[in-house]
Each structure stands twice: as C-alpha cells, then as structure tokens.
C-alpha cells in the first residue's frame, strides 16, 4: 500500500512539516507496512518557503533587510533542492507579524525589504524565484520594492519619494534602473490567491487596508494613492497594473511585482504542487492524506486540501482531509476531489488545549481514517 501526505500547516500549531509527520506516524500506526511519502504543501501564503525547501531538500539562507517599519532584521529566502530555484515569503522582510499592533500604519510601512530578499536570492545564482505574498503589513503597491530593485521613485522636484504607500501621493515620475535589470533573466512567479484589482471597492486599501492598521480616511488616501502610481507606472513604464486580477495582493505587491519584477500571478496551490512533484508522487498511490486548520465553504475555491484533493481524483488517487475545524458548506469540498473528511479534535476541547495536542490529536484521527480505508478495501 502506498500511502502519500500531503498537507498544509495548521496555523498557530503545527507547520506543514509537522503536520505531515503527525499524519504519517498516524498512518503507520493503522498500516505498517505501507509505503509512505510526504509532501508538506502550501497556498503560497506564509509557510510556503518551508514546505517547498522541505519537499525538495533544500536550504534556507538569512540575510539584513529592511523591515516594514524601515529598521533592519534578519529574514531568510529558501533555495530548493534543484539549486536554480528560490523562495521568498513577502511576510518575512514585510509581514504583519513583524510591525507592534500600536505602530500598524499602511501609510508608512514599506516594501523595500522584499525586494532586498529577491535581489539577495537572485544573487545566490537562481534563475527561478517563486514570491509568497500573503501577511502583508504594507499598502505601498510595491512602491518600496521598486525602488530596492533600482526605479527612482521621483515628486516634481525630483526628489526620491519616503517610504509607505502615504509617501505616493508626491509621485510625479518613475525611472527604471539605468544598467540591466538584476531579474532580467530570472522568472518570477507570484503565488497569489484572490482576484482583487488594485484600486476601487474591492481594491487592496479599502478590503484589507483596515487588517493593517488603516482608519477609514487612511483607506480614501491610500486608494487615491494607488492608483497613481497606476496612472505613472502605465505611463511611463508602458504597463498596466491597475486592472490585473491580483493585483491588489498584498497592498497592491502584486501589482508591483507585475510591473517592476516582471512577476506573473499564479494560483498558489497550483504553483506549490508544481514545484514540489506533487503528481509524481501521486502517480500509483492507494490513498492521499491531505489537511489544514479549518475546512469550510472557502476551502472548496481552492485552498490547499482541494487543490491537492483535485490532483489526486485526476489521477484516480481517494483523498481523506483531516482539519482543526470543520466550519459551514464544508461539504461542498465533496464535489471538488476530497472524498471524505475528518475533524482531528476527539471531542469538545477549548482552542488551547486544541493547539497544544494538535500533534497528538492528528497522528490519532489519521490512525483512524487509513483504518477506515482498509475497512473498505477488505469488502469482497
């Protein structure tokens, strides 16, 4: 029997590798004999550049950069196991997490450091780089990057603009870098999991700039401000940014990504399977064990457990999915490629004691559902 894992982390408990491991000592447990392979996956939010470095055998490098608040830290890009391909986590030089809850301010927080990462991978000698952009603490467009990567952001006077997205209604012109461009030769792909365009009523400032700090008149300044620098960027650089599904990611990074790393946005679960040889592993397996913190109505658009549930139905592979929490429609994921799904809690538990023996409580309920599996395979 062949067994392969595949599942994302549970947030605020256990990474994707962990996960994978609770769910494979679980399955031995029901199966000792089985052939088991584990993939840890990702939607391309924050994780992915440990699931990707952990399905491929590759390694993490640690460089200074600068922090959404403009001071330096330390934060680290992955390099996988092919040698030509990097990861870098836009949450690690500009994430949420790095900014006090008293000091969130999207007008002044910066994505210069993200483009710090990307030229530091760059210059490890890859050709391929794949960019996670969920946790962001920024509202700049990719403004910071931009100018980290060589554009001269200029007011009328033609100063360089400060950092924030606040610092962008001075802009009057951008200037690309005068030597070839550091990712002129490198393929940048964006792991970007909503549609939202850059500027409107579903644009980044108004549906998530309040996540990061922002106050009602904050969201009308940096709306405004954002699609200047669409209106600069699509005149002087030639490229529309405004209009591009996902371009409001990440405080508009995915927009700025398109148009000054040359990036195309991706699904992020789609470019995780690829990257990790998810359908090669999956080739001739019995059953695939997938799961994440919560299984919900959501799930079914596409977050990691469908989209490994997908693949596997594709190739005729069965998928159990074991989540934290099974929320409302969960059902819907039937009719997406998981054929059944578990909650892992083994009965009421507070939140506490559920993260605290989220371990436990997964390596159990997978016990459980492979023993469930061979139930049905020992019928004549």
């Not at 031995?28 to 399905?55: H, K, Q, Y």
């Not at 990057?145 to 007011?155: I, K």
């Not at 064990?289 to 299984?295: F, I, K, V």
């Not at 596997?312 to 999915?321: C, E, H, K, Y």
Request: charged letters at 20%; a neutral charge.
């Amino acid at each position: 029997m062949r067994i392969v894992i595949a599942p994302d982390k549970f947030k605020g408990s256990l990474t994707a590798s962990q996960a994978a491991e609770a769910l494979a000592r679980g399955a031995r447990a029901a199966a000792p004999s089985a052939e088991i392979r584990t993939v840890p996956m990702a939607d391309g939010g924050e994780g992915v550049a440990e699931a990707l470095v952990a399905a491929t055998g590759g390694t993490f490098r640690e460089v200074p950069v600068t922090g959404p608040l403009g001071t330096l830290h330390d934060a680290r890009f992955g390099l996988l196991g092919d040698g030509r391909t990097a990861v870098v986590e836009m949450a690690a030089a500009a994430g949420l997490a790095l900014v006090p809850p008293g000091r969130r301010d999207p007008r002044k927080t910066t994505t210069r450091g993200v483009g710090e990462l990307i030229l530091a991978a760059v210059r490890a000698g890859v050709d391929r780089l794949i960019v996670g952009i969920g946790g962001s603490a920024t509202n700049d467009g990719g403004a910071g990057l931009a100018q980290a990567l060589g554009f001269r952001l200029l007011d009328a006077r033609g100063r360089d603009l400060g950092p924030g997205g606040g610092a962008l209604s001075a802009l009057d012109r951008i200037v690309p870098p005068g030597e070839p461009r550091a990712l002129q030769r490198v393929r940048v792909r964006v792991a970007c999991d909503v549609t939202n365009p850059l500027c409107g009523p579903s644009g980044a400032s108004v549906v998530y700039g309040p996540q990061k700090g922002a106050t009602p008149e904050m969201v009308e300044e940096l709306d405004r401000n954002l699609d200047r620098l669409a209106r600069v960027v699509e005149r002087d650089l030639g490229i529309d940014m405004a209009e591009t599904p996902g371009s409001g990611a990440a405080g508009g990074l995915g927009g700025g990504l398109v148009a000054f790393a040359g990036g195309k946005l991706e699904r992020g679960v789609d470019l995780v399977i690829e990257a990790v040889g998810l359908a090669d592993a999956l080739q001739g397996a019995d059953l695939c064990l997938t799961g994440e913190g919560s299984l919900d109505a959501q799930s079914a658009f596409g977050k990691t457990a469908v989209g490994v549930a997908r693949l596997a139905r594709s190739l005729g592979v069965p998928t159990f999915a074991l989540a934290g929490s099974i929320g409302e429609g969960a059902h819907r994921c039937l009719d997406e490629g998981i054929d059944a799904y578990f909650p892992i809690c083994p009965g009421p538990v507070t939140l506490d004691q559920a993260i605290a023996r989220a371990d436990d409580f997964l390596a159990r309920a997978a016990e459980q559902a492979v023993r469930a599996y061979l139930a049905g395979a020992r019928r004549p």
